[in-house]
Each structure stands twice: as C-alpha cells, then as structure tokens.
C-alpha cells in the first residue's frame, strides 16, 4: 500500500513538472470556475481548521491552561464544553513564556492528553548550530518541519505578538508578522491559536477592542475568545470565556470555568481547566464587570439619579430597590457600582430581615429632621432592629 501511495504522489510530480508555467502578471480566477467550500471547524463555531484565533485576557485569567486543555482535547478526541466530539489529532506548541517541561507538559498530563500525539517546537539548527526559534522569522522552517505531522490539527503560539518582528502596534507590520503564521496553518490545515493580553484601560467596550498592541490583531483572527475573572450579583467571583468576535461563526455565548489545582504526576502540581455551563449573551454583556476593571468602573450617571431619588424618601430594602431598578431597565450591577461611587450605607436587618440601603447622609435628607426619624422609626418597627455593624458599600457585601 505504501509503494502504490509513493507510486501515485511520482506520478502526481512528474505530471506537475509538465505542466507550462502560468503566465506573467496577476491570475483572476471567475467565480463559475471556484467550487464553494464551508469552514472545516475543529471545534464548530469556535475553532476553525486553517485559521487563526486570538485568546486574549488579563493576566491571571488561566490563558494558557485554557488553551493546553483545548490541545488535550486534539490529542484525545475528547468533548468539546459543548459536547460536541473532536477530531483526534496531532499537537504543535511553542511557548515564548513557559518552558515545557516543568510547566507546560504538567499541565497537558493534568488535562489529560495523549503526550505522543504533542509536539514543542524547539531550537532551529543552522550549519551544525543552535539557536532559538524566533517564530518572526522561522516560520518557513517549521512548516517544513510539520510535515512529519499530516495528523496536525493545533497550533499554540504564546505569545502571539513574537510572530512580529515590527512594532507590534502598528498595522502593516502586524498582517506582515502574522501573515506567515497563518499560511502555515492553512497550508497545514490546522487550528492556530495566539495568546495575547488585554491592555490597560477600555473598560466597558467591546472586549475584542482591548486586545493588546494594533487592531491587525483582532483584525486578522478570524475568531476572538477572550477569558475574564467575573463578579456576580453576590460578589462571587466566576472566570468565563466568551466569544468576542467571529467572521465565521456566531459571535456570542460563552462558558463557565475553573482553575483547580492537581497532582498531574507525583510531586508535580499543577493547574487544569474545569468546565462549567455554557452561557448566553454578548462577550461585552458576560464580561461586564473583568475583576481587573472593577474598580476603574464608574456607574452610570442614570443609575446614581436613580439612587439619589429613591434614597432620598429614606431607607429602604435592597431587594425593593432591585425590583424597581430592573422595572426602570437599569441593570442591578449598574446600581452595585453606583451605590459604591455614591457611599450609600448599608444596614443588617434582625436575624431574619435583608439588607437595607441609606444615603450617607441622614435618611430623608429632602425632609426635616424630625419627619427623617419617623421614617427610620416605622422602617425599624417594620422590619427589624438593625445590628451593630455599620459599613459602606463594598465588594461580596450583600446582594
């Protein structure tokens, strides 16, 4: 079977020489000549063969865990997030950041993955001579190295700015540095995935828009996943990859995940990814409030009206203030950051009562002081006396 397969690829190239060469100049190609073809996804929707996919975040949000967990599932044919079954194949790796051995490789074994089938790209010999691989300028070699892999589907560059050898916040250097890359895993017929940073500031947009360095970026991937720590309604905090952009694909929907720490081999820790529930909305709306941001959040001067003219009337429940809050179409966590910005005290009612909410001034500040204590009076009796703990408004204070 082997020598019949050699046989056919002989025939194949003896025929190509043959061929004239195509004339000088540039070659138009008309559409009833072109047969359409759909995108071959590694993972439907999210990961798609022989393009690139930014993965961007802020520093310890689990970036490369992530992305070593989706390697393991390459190598394994395992289950997507969504269930949905992968492809089994090969793996190719190269970590600017990492080293494999102590850290990447720990994590694969952690994630479960089939360490034959991955491969770390390691230094480029020239002449009897080793050097580092630069992935600015090797990519040509490395192409020619996979080869020896036709079962490759993955391709992990981290970080992915070090494909540019330019300045990586101009635009033409950047399609020029990463424009190599993804031939190669077109030419490849691979998933490239490129690990990136959020940048400072920009808190509040669209998180594809605060990928790190030029938009090329962003511009170039046909898919941007970006990966959040996340606080809820409670003050939990819960990390979420969603999906920024896609010119391919649904641009939305996310899931739920974890970081835990695990024993990969004896007396080798380290972390790996759990997966939790897929979620629905926007990558802006799931990743409204990124733990690196929240502070930098200011509340909307809608909801701080809001406050200031409920507040006003006196004391009141927290859960009342929600309800009415949502029935105005002003989002809880919008109000959550505006009672912060504003100081609004909050009280503990009886061992059985909720939270109550009170401007830092004196309850009823547009009323006189002694109808204010009335109010406070009829609040106390119909709720409950109040402990003795007095604070602002705070993170994971109170619903």
């Known amino acids: 079977m082997r020598a019949e397969r050699e046989a056919i690829e002989q025939a194949l190239a003896a025929a190509e020489r043959r061929r004239p060469p ?34 961007a975040g802020a520093p310890g949000t689990g970036k ?95 970080p992915v700015v070090s494909a540019v050898a330019g300045d990586s916040h101009k635009n033409t250097e950047v399609r020029r540095g990463l424009q190599p890359l993804v031939d190669f895993a077109a030419a490849a017929g691979a998933a490239l995935v490129g690990i990136t940073h959020f940048s400072k500031g920009g808190q509040g947009q669209d998180p594809a828009q605060r990928v790190t360095g030029s938009i090329a970026f962003t511009a170039v991937a046909r898919v941007v996943l970006v990966a959040a720590k996340v606080k809820d309604d ?58 690196e941001s929240r502070e930098a959040a200011g509340p909307s001067s809608e909801a701080a009206d809001f406050l200031r003219e409920r507040l006003a009337l006196g004391m009141c429940p927290s859960k009342t203030i ?35 909410w009170s401007l830092p001034s004196a309850e009823g500040v547009h009323k006189p002081a002694e109808e204010s204590e009335e109010v406070h009076k009829k609040t106390v009796d119909k709720f409950g006396t109040f402990g003795p703990d007095v604070d602002t408004f705070g993170e994971g204070s109170q619903p």
């Open 22 to 55: 195509p004339p000088d100049g540039v070659q138009l190609a008309r559409g009833d000549t072109l047969s359409p073809e759909p995108v071959r996804w590694l993972w439907p929707g999210w990961l798609a063969l022989g393009k690139l996919a930014i993965l």
């Open 64 to 158: 490369t865990t992530i992305a070593l967990s989706m390697a393991a599932t390459v190598t394994t044919g395992g289950l997507w997030p969504d269930g949905t079954r992968c492809p089994a194949g090969d793996v190719l790796i190269w970590s600017g950041e990492d080293d494999p051995a102590d850290t990447l490789l720990p994590r694969l074994v952690a994630a479960g993955a089939d360490r034959t089938r991955v491969f770390f790209v390691g230094d480029v010999v020239e002449e009897g001579q080793r050097r580092p691989f630069d992935p600015a300028s090797d990519t040509a070699a490395l192409l020619a190295a996979a080869r020896k892999l036709p079962a490759l589907r993955y391709i992990l560059v981290d």
């Open 322 to 356: 929600q309800t009415e809050a949502e029935e105005a179409g002003i989002a809880w966590r919008t109000v959550r950051r505006a009672a912060d910005k504003l100081g609004v005290v909050k009280r503990k009612g009886g061992m059985n009562a909720g939270w109550y």
């Open 234 to 291: 409670e003050g939990n905090e819960r990390r979420i990859l969603a999906r920024s952009k896609s010119n391919i694909g649904p641009d939305e929907g996310g899931f739920s995940y974890s970081l835990e720490q695990c024993e990969a081999l004896p007396g080798i820790w380290t972390s790996r990814t759990v997966w939790g529930d897929a979620l629905a909305g926007s990558a802006r709306e799931l990743l409204a409030e990124p733990e």
